[in-house]
């Protein structure tokens, strides 16, 4: 039943404009997120970084002068050397990500993961039990079909978000090394943010914006991959078979546990991104060590080892894990509230 003019305007802003505020919420509370757990994505670029076997082919002496440090031994160098605000350097361009993503990734994988509730809400019909029997038996025979609907849909949107978002991935990695470029003595890239995207833009034009976008969205899919296909199976389990409740320490564990699977599939192609991003150029904008993300992971194995596709897996695993939790509460409450609704 429709709301009258004079009754509507007396309405808070939440109920007039619903879906704009459920965005501008969702946009602060990634904001919020990301500035909470920057430090931890700036410590993995920088662990990313070490010991860079193309490194030699310059001449460069930093891989071999630079012993390798762990997550914590990172993160407290960078405070002693350059300071505790550093941890932050890139954080701008990482939320200017973020609004991307929430245009791109959100819509999609909110819709996705509805889908199962959404169908079941929709058919089932009030006032007949041996119905509701029915029609749960239907559902539970197509939930397969489902399931793989929304991990499809959540990759898809993945991979559509984060193409969109490369332009800041790539401006971020690169302010994140900044830092140990001064320390080096090596002259500093950009002045800032807008800079930033002013000199990529001008030396490599359009295309230069989107450097390393391959291994950015094979990492969005597999990381959403591992999200949507760990989190729902580890919170449904805990719930049905141990005491647990649906509650915070039950998001928490499924977050542990999804942020994990996503970190051990998305981890080497995140690794593959920040170094094809972060290495140096010539005038046309032209990576100077690698010529393909393909190039850039047979370098890797060949002068480091497997397991250098895993350097900076700890703090991405803990950074995620937050992440997680973080966007499947609020998925979880969205889907509540359309329980409600209908």
Same mark, same amino acid.
């Given at each position: 039943?429709?709301?009258? &003019? ?8 939440? *109920? ?47 891989? &071999? ?36 993503? &929430? ?72 302010? *994140? ?59 449904? +389990? ?71 596709? +895993? ?32």
């Amino acid at each position: 039943m429709p709301v009258p &003019e004079e009754e509507e305007t007396l309405l808070p802003l939440a *109920q007039r404009w619903p879906r704009a505020s459920k965005f501008l919420l969702s946009g602060c509370a990634a904001t919020v997120a990301e500035l909470a757990t920057f430090p931890l994505d700036l410590t993995k670029t920088r662990l990313q970084m070490q010991g860079e076997a193309a490194l030699a082919r310059l001449g460069d002496s930093a891989r &071999e002068s630079a012993p390798y440090r762990g997550m914590v031994r990172t993160a407290l160098g960078i405070v002693q050397e350059e300071g505790f605000l550093k941890l932050w350097q890139g954080v701008t361009p990482a939320i200017y990500r973020h609004c991307t993503l &929430e245009v791109g990734w959100s819509p999609m994988s909110i819709s996705g993961r509805l889908c199962l509730a959404k169908v079941k809400i929709s058919i089932i019909p009030s006032g007949s039990d041996f119905c509701i029997i029915r029609i749960l038996c239907v559902i539970q025979f197509f939930k397969p079909m489902l399931r793989k609907k929304s991990v499809i849909g959540g990759m898809m949107a993945g991979v559509i978000g984060q193409f969109l978002a490369n332009p800041t991935d790539l401006v971020k990695v690169q302010l *994140q090394m900044e830092g140990k470029r001064k320390l080096e003595g090596k002259p500093l890239r950009f002045r800032g943010v807008h800079h930033a995207f002013a000199k990529i833009l001008a030396e490599g034009g359009i295309r230069g914006l989107w450097a390393g976008w391959v291994p950015n969205i094979q990492r969005a899919a597999l990381v959403n991959m591992g999200d949507l296909t760990t989190y729902d199976t580890v919170k449904h +389990y805990l719930v049905l078979n141990t005491p647990l409740e649906e509650n915070i320490t039950t998001h928490g564990l499924s977050s542990l546990c999804s942020g994990l699977v996503a970190s051990i599939l998305g981890t080497p192609a995140d690794v593959i991104k920040s170094r094809i991003m972060n290495q140096p150029r010539d005038k046309q904008g032209r990576g100077l060590l690698y010529k393909s993300s393909t190039d850039c992971l047979i370098q890797a194995v060949q002068g480091e080892g497997f397991m250098s596709l +895993y350097k900076g897996f700890l703090p991405s695993w803990l950074r995620m894990a937050a992440m997680v939790a973080n966007s499947s509460r609020s998925h979880s409450e969205g889907l509540i509230k359309a329980d409600e609704e209908v």
